[in-house]
């Protein structure tokens, strides 16, 4: 699942700062989250937010990380904890029925 959002326009050859964070993440999956400022001004420029699953690629199944990359993750994931919440989080995905 992803949610996009663009916010503001980026001009090319504009300087751009992207940040990356992981939100949450088990043995299978990984919840993580980017945001794009202008450098110019600071305006939020656009936001991504996804829950990616790991799969093998042997198996073509959803499978567990690694250990020395669920270590990482878990590392990261508790790093990342003390952050305050990013903007525009956690929007349920969907389609409207009339």
Known sequence: AMNVDYLNEV???????????????DAKRLHYYH???RERDG?????????AL??????RRSAPFP????ARITAMKAAH?????????????GMARP
């Open 81 to 93: 904890a003390a952050l305050p919440g990013p903007p525009r989080l956690g929007r349920v995905l």
């Open 54 to 59: 790991h799969v093998s690629m042997a198996t």
């Open 67 to 70: 250990d020395a990359t669920m």
């Open 35 to 37: 945001r794009m400022t």
């Open 11 to 25: 001009f090319a050859g504009e300087a751009v700062i992207i940040e990356s964070r992981l939100l949450d993440g």
């Open 43 to 51: 305006a939020l420029a656009a936001t991504n937010e996804i829950v």
